[in-house]
């Protein structure tokens, strides 16, 4: 399942406005390279609507059934807001109404915990 968290205004190319929902995946527990503790995440997606500010308000809190699925796409950077560290990335997240099976849980925590590990030798931090 995931929960509609929230809303967001966006503007498309031609510079009309339209809103997203945010949605989130169940939680997740990751262990940290650097401290070897554990901390809470939850994968986090956006999809297109077309409903106004105040039908989207009334939607946060609601539940769909599916998850949040890892997608492969050509790297880019992003820039971690809270430490400002910049990563390079080669995928994003997006909504599927199919329900992820252990395997895919297992093997999304597998490549994510690896490209961390890339990320860190590249920087000299290991």
């Known amino acids: 399942m995931v929960q509609i968290i929230a809303y967001e205004k966006r503007l498309n190319s031609e510079g009309e406005e339209f809103n997203v929902l945010v949605l989130a995946g169940g939680?997740?527990?990751?262990?940290s390279r650097s401290t070897g503790r554990y901390?809470?995440?939850?994968?986090?997606s956006t999809v297109s609507c077309t409903m106004a500010k105040?039908?989207?308000?009334?939607?946060?809190?609601?539940?769909?059934p599916g998850s949040i699925k890892r997608v492969e796409c050509e790297?880019?950077?992003?820039?971690?807001?809270?430490?400002?560290?910049?990563?390079?990335?080669?995928?994003?997240?997006r909504y599927?109404?199919?329900?992820?099976?252990l395997e895919e849980i297992v093997l999304d925590h597998l490549i994510l915990t690896h490209e961390r590990y890339l990320s860190f030798a590249d920087e000299n931090l290991i």
């Open 54 to 64: 105040d039908q989207c308000k009334e939607l946060i809190g609601q539940e769909l």
């Open 75 to 93: 790297a880019y950077k992003v820039t971690d807001e809270k430490t400002g560290e910049t990563l390079i990335v080669n995928h994003w997240w």
């Open 27 to 31: 939680l997740e527990m990751v262990k």
């Open 96 to 101: 599927s109404e199919e329900i992820e099976s």
């Open 39 to 44: 901390y809470a995440t939850r994968k986090e």
